[in-house]
């Protein structure tokens, strides 16, 4: 039988990549996301590289919002095998002391407290069923200090956190958590952040021993790879896909 999976910020970037990898081992899929436009077209794509596939909009830092994808999820498909915890967002790249507090709210409410939320009603489903395999998403920023992303950094450091404790408490539940820590990757999200503070792309760059930013493609493959059965053994690591970036701190 087919696996399901469900992805959040599916409707863009690493999220889409990671969905249209996870297609071709013929996973069908739960796209949320809060942006309707880009988690239809991404049903459209699944769909046409043959796979079932469903849109549920939805904002990641509202916990009704993320029940009620888990919810749905489990009416369509009847369970959840496979979660990539991965809606994010930037900020807007100023230091912290220069930063609102309804924008560190913002970032916070997203990337931690939306993550969290999916794995409370995920892991849920998963531990009644008899397991599951999560990927909750870090970055280069969770695993070394950064300028600029003061909050962002904290949100990313937390699911080192998150991933390294829900093992703790679920393995023995069947339960494989581990968590990606990407460097800069060419996503939308990437492509904006660098438009409005081009000195930090040639910089990023310049500060990878590859000399070049990852590919959205990149990341899925690595996700799969931690999704899927070839990866039994591995709970609670963070794998980092950075072109050496973090390695060379
Ligand atoms: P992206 O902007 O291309 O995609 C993010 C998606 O999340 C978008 O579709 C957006 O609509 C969705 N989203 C934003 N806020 C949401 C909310 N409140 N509820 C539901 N969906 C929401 O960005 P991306 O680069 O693909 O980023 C995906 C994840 O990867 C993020 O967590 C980001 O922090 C992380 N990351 C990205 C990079 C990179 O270089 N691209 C590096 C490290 C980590």
């Given at each position: 039988?087919?696996?399901?999976?469900?992805?959040?910020?599916?409707?863009?970037?690493?999220?889409?990549?990671?969905?249209?990898?996870?297609?071709?081992?013929?996973?069908?899929?739960?796209?949320?996301?809060?942006?309707?436009?880009g988690?239809?077209?991404?049903v459209?794509?699944?769909?046409?590289?043959?796979?079932?596939?469903?849109?549920i909009?939805?904002?990641?830092?509202?916990?009704?919002?993320?029940?009620?994808?888990?919810?749905?999820?489990?009416?369509?498909?009847?369970?959840?095998?496979?979660f990539?915890?991965n809606?994010?967002?930037?900020?807007?790249?100023?230091?912290?002391?220069?930063?609102?507090?309804?924008?560190?709210?913002?970032?916070?409410?997203?990337?931690?407290?939306?993550?969290?939320?999916?794995?409370?009603?995920?892991?849920?489903v998963?531990?009644?069923?008899?397991?599951?395999?999560?990927?909750?998403?870090?970055?280069?920023?969770?695993?070394?200090?950064?300028?600029?992303?003061?909050?962002?950094?904290?949100?990313?450091?937390a699911?080192?956190?998150?991933?390294?404790?829900?093992v703790?408490?679920?393995?023995?539940?069947?339960?494989?958590?581990?968590?990606?820590?990407?460097?800069?990757?060419?996503?939308?999200?990437?492509?904006?952040?660098?438009?409005?503070?081009?000195?930090?792309?040639?910089?990023?760059?310049?500060?990878?021993?590859?000399?070049?930013?990852?590919?959205?493609?990149?990341?899925?493959?690595?996700?799969?790879?931690?999704l899927?059965?070839?990866?039994?053994y591995?709970?609670g690591?963070?794998?980092?896909?950075?072109?050496?970036?973090?390695?060379?701190?």
């Amino acid at each position: 039988m087919s696996k399901v999976a469900v992805i959040t910020g599916a409707g863009s970037g690493l999220g889409r990549s990671t969905a249209l990898r996870l297609a071709e081992d013929n996973v069908n899929i739960s796209v949320v996301d809060i942006d309707e436009e880009g988690g239809n077209e991404t049903v459209k794509q699944l769909k046409e590289a043959g796979v079932d596939a469903i849109f549920i909009k939805a904002d990641v830092s509202k916990p009704d919002e993320v029940k009620n994808y888990v919810d749905e999820t489990v009416n369509h498909f009847g369970t959840i095998d496979y979660f990539f915890n991965n809606a994010g967002i930037s900020g807007s790249g100023g230091y912290f002391l220069d930063t609102e507090v309804s924008e560190i709210e913002k970032i916070v409410g997203i990337n931690l407290m939306g993550a969290l939320y999916g794995v409370r009603y995920v892991a849920e489903v998963m531990v009644k069923n008899g397991g599951g395999a999560i990927v909750n998403t870090s970055s280069s920023a969770g695993v070394i200090g950064q300028d600029s992303v003061v909050t962002y950094s904290a949100t990313k450091h937390a699911m080192v956190g998150l991933t390294k404790s829900l093992v703790a408490e679920y393995a023995k539940d069947g339960l494989r958590v581990n968590a990606i820590a990407p460097g800069p990757t060419e996503t939308p999200m990437v492509k904006e952040f660098f438009e409005n503070n081009p000195n930090m792309k040639e910089s990023a760059e310049n500060g990878i021993p590859q000399k070049r930013l990852g590919t959205p493609e990149e990341v899925a493959e690595t996700v799969a790879f931690l999704l899927t059965s070839k990866a039994q053994y591995i709970n609670g690591d963070v794998i980092r896909i950075d072109g050496g970036f973090t390695s060379t701190k």
